[in-house]
């Protein structure tokens, strides 16, 4: 099993940068595979980031010269740092995590373990 947390939420303007931390707690001596998730308002929740036990990382187009996701294994942590915010990017923001990795590891499906989410409100 492993509990999830997330920090690193708030308001900001657009133009400016945030950076997001997911705590991960485990007993489990396995290195999971981790990944950023965001669902804005009315819509469908899309994956944004994903990171390997290897840090390996896979990115949704529309974010991969803004959003940098980065993992530091030795605290159990992962990380999304959030440059060039703009309205579109307000959503509440998911870390998830799991044992297997898949060809796309951008789907929610491949994920068994979430946190509560932080939200991301950018103003214009």
């Known amino acids: 099993h492993v509990q999830l947390v997330e920090s690193g939420g708030g308001s900001v303007k657009a133009g400016e940068s945030l950076t997001l931390s997911c705590a991960a707690y485990t007993s489990s001596s396995a290195r999971h595979h981790m990944a950023w998730f965001r669902q804005a308002p009315g819509e469908e929740r899309e994956g944004i980031a994903a990171?390997?036990?290897?840090?390996?990382?896979q990115y949704v187009v529309s974010v991969k010269d803004r959003f940098t996701i980065s993992r530091d294994s030795a605290k159990n942590r992962i990380y999304l740092q959030v440059n060039s915010l703009n309205p579109e990017d307000t959503a509440m923001y998911y870390c998830a995590a799991d044992k297997t990795w898949y060809t796309n590891s951008l789907i929610d499906t491949a994920y068994n373990y979430w946190g509560p989410g932080t939200q991301v409100t950018v103003s214009s």
């Open positions: 990171i390997d036990s290897t840090g390996y990382t």
